[in-house]
Nanobody, 132 residues
Framework: QGRLVESGGGLVQAGNSLTLSCKVS????????MGWFRQGPGKEREFVAA????????IYSDSVKGRFTIFRANIKYLLYLQVNNQNLNATAVYFC?????????????????????????WGQGTQVTVSP
């Protein structure tokens, strides 16, 4: 398994935007569905967004749909999460995660898991703090 390293977190004012990055040291990156999760203070880890290996399918939690965008640059081994119009509920540690490698064309195009149990490799997280 490769290593996942998140970056881009920090202190941001409510309503502003930032982009999180996840660098993956795995030559098979382009065959892995990828996801973002977050864990706020005193809360369980929750699903934020996922993207298929091809990048053609994206799914979002209802709480972030329309405000967050997940995308990937397979040639650079990078996963991103653009966070727009943040509110105070966005304060959390954000984790990127990799699901198992896939091989069939249909799965490469469409698989974007939502459940944490579908992910086998996790980064250490990056803190995002939203201020009023």
């Amino acid at each position: 398994q490769g290593r996942l390293v998140e970056s881009g977190g920090g202190l941001v004012q409510a309503g502003n935007s930032l982009t999180l990055s996840c660098k993956v040291s795995d030559r098979s990156f382009s065959s892995h569905p990828m996801g973002w999760f977050r864990q706020g203070p005193g809360k369980e880890r929750e699903f934020v967004a996922a993207i298929s290996p091809s990048g053609l399918r994206e799914i979002y939690s209802d709480s972030v749909k329309g405000r967050f965008t997940i995308f990937r640059a397979n040639i650079k081994y990078l996963l991103y999460l653009q966070v727009n119009n943040q509110n105070l509920n966005a304060t959390a540690v954000y984790f990127c995660a990799a699901s198992r490698s896939l091989t069939t064309v249909t799965k490469l195009l469409n698989t974007a898991p939502r459940a944490p149990r579908e992910y086998e490799n996790w980064g250490q997280g990056t803190q995002v703090t939203v201020s009023p």
